[in-house]
């Protein structure tokens, strides 16, 4: 059965929007397509940036606040999570939580932050340092342990704080020992994490997992499985979905892409105002200037959400050739 069409236009804003806060970062990950590439020059975001862009939406249920980049490194970054959360939006991001000192901390517990999401990838500092660029291991445990204990002594819920995990051949082994980590930490959620590969770095074919799970790697994911049920530990992937469902895949035909929603509702906007269709397409996509929709510094948003390129890529991504920066999604990597 043919699926339907969806429109060229959407009729209102997205109410979900990716804006990085900065493209630096103080780790150099061979997964990240930033340590092998410059897509755009350096930049903070700034409040009064952020702010122009907020208030053209009249809604906006959920901001992510990272994108190729370190969050932590911008010194306006609490401000302007206290300036979304006003807005009554869920803010979260990914962090390396390397410049997390117990200062930035309590800052960030008083910021209001609804989610706070370290990005580790490995249980020890070898691995950690073969996967993140830097040896930073010990640190990063230590200020996560700092963050968790802070929150008990504040009786403070909030950032809901877990730790990522990017799933590859290299480091599938360490799961369960990352899995137990958390637990020592006190670290409520772990998540494991597609492999997005671009061919630099361990970001090649060879180490993904998606649709290449074998006996090996399902019974580390087991393990890891039980462990966290064992902890009282939620064991996720991104996506909403399991971890192992995730590594395996879905058969969905012969557009693979299709299943995602992204280009109806929701944007990502770089610290240089440059306006992609999603967090992955600097990483997928070979043609990056080709991939800009428009800039949300010297653009009405509204014109860049219904203007010529945004819909022109919303057709291509109905055709049976989707636009540039999907042209992997669902068969390469999870949606």
């Known amino acids: ?16 929007l990716y804006l990085e806060t900065t493209n630096r970062c103080d780790s ?19 409040l009064a940036e952020l702010k122009g862009i907020v208030e053209q939406f009249p809604v906006l249920d959920r901001v992510i606040l990272h994108g190729i980049g370190e969050p932590l490194l911008n010194r ?4 302007m999570i206290a300036y979304l959360k006003a807005r009554g939006a869920t803010v979260l991001f990914n962090s390396d939580a390397i410049t997390l000192t117990p200062k930035r901390a309590g800052q960030l517990i008083e910021s209001g932050l609804d989610e706070f999401r ?14 993140r660029g ?25 950032p809901r704080v877990s730790l990522w995990f990017t799933a590859m051949k290299a480091n599938l082994d360490e799961l369960p020992a990352f899995v137990r980590l958390a637990a020592r930490v006190g670290v409520p959620e772990v998540y494991v994490q597609r492999l997005v590969f671009y061919g630099q770095g361990l970001a090649v074919q060879e180490q993904s997992l998606h649709g290449a799970v074998r006996e090996r790697e399902q019974c580390l ?25 995730s590594l395996k895949g879905t058969e969905l035909g012969r557009r693979p892409w299709s299943g995602c929603q992204r280009p109806w509702t929701l944007s990502y906007v770089t610290a240089n105002g440059n306006v992609l269709p999603c967090c992955i397409s600097p990483w997928t996509a070979k043609d990056y200037r080709g991939a800009v ?24 991504f109905e055709t049976d050739i989707p636009p540039d920066p999907c042209r992997g999604c669902g068969l390469l990597w999870s949606i």
């Open 28 to 46: 150099k990950c061979q997964t990240c397509i930033r340590t092998f590439q410059t897509l755009e020059p350096p930049k903070d975001l700034t």
């Open 134 to 158: 830097v040896d930073q291991f010990d640190r990063v445990v230590g200020n996560v342990e700092h963050l968790v204990e802070l929150q008990r002594r504040l009786e403070r819920q909030t």
């Open 118 to 131: 370290v990005s580790m990838d490995a249980a020890t500092r070898e691995m950690f340092a073969k996967v």
């Open 221 to 245: 994911i087991e393990e890891a499985e039980g462990l966290a049920r064992a902890s009282g530990i939620a064991f996720k992937a991104s996506g909403l979905t399991a971890p192992l469902a």
């Open 293 to 316: 929709l428009g800039n949300a510094f010297t653009q009405d948003f509204s014109a860049i959400w219904n203007g010529e390129r945004y819909q022109q890529f919303r057709k291509d």
């Open 76 to 79: 306006e970054l609490f401000e």
């Open 1 to 16: 059965m043919e699926e339907p069409t969806r429109p060229p236009v959407v009729a209102t804003l997205p109410r979900t």
